[in-house]
């Protein structure tokens, strides 16, 4: 069986004394073969970057996280397809929209998302979407601007069937976190039973 852990953030994990390379270790001793690093901002990318490419067992994303917005570098559509280039770059994001930790006028947030993913056309790259509290205008958005040309992964997916299905339409996969174990997430628990296993 091969294990891979399609989202997690590397160099933000404590790893103790052992640091980042530790983690990894540990990861590798539990049985994970293969490791998506995926970057939440482009300060830190370098870094996110550097892990892939000297690990045959990690990729990396590029993008910048849908609630990252202070003190960071506004990617362009340029910037993004440019990065997502390198050899280890898979995928574009962590992108998406974010109505639970961020307030306010959020019209920010949303041309945040259609950058990615007109990015992730250009650039071929599959998207890894962040959706929490915003599942139509993230359906909607992925619509207006084509994301089936890139298809990609709804990250940590914590909504409804309907919203599942309308994902799925859209080539989609879903990815369930622990929070589907947890005993009052029963309509969850029901799109888990509902997802074909190859989605």
Known sequence: MRIVDSHCHLPLIDGGTDGTAGVMQRARDAGVTHMLCV?????????????AADC?????????????????????????????????????????????????????????????????????????????????????????????EAGGVMHCFVDDWDTARAALDLGFYISLSGIVTFKNAVGLQEVARRLPAER
């Open 39 to 51: 970057s939440v901002d482009l300060e830190t990318f370098d870094g996110v970057a550097e892990i």
């Open 56 to 148: 045959n067992d990690v990729s990396a994303s590029v993008g910048v996280h849908p609630n990252t917005d202070e003190g960071i570098t506004e990617p362009t559509v340029q910037d993004l397809v440019q990065l997502a280039a390198r050899e280890s770059i898979v995928a574009i994001g962590e992108t998406g929209l974010d109505y639970f930790r961020s307030q306010g006028d959020l019209e920010w947030q949303r041309a945040r998302f259609r950058t990615h993913i007109r990015a992730a056309r250009e650039a071929d790259r599959p998207l890894v979407i962040h959706c929490r509290e915003a599942p139509a205008d993230v359906l909607r958005i992925l619509r207006e601007e084509r994301a089936t």
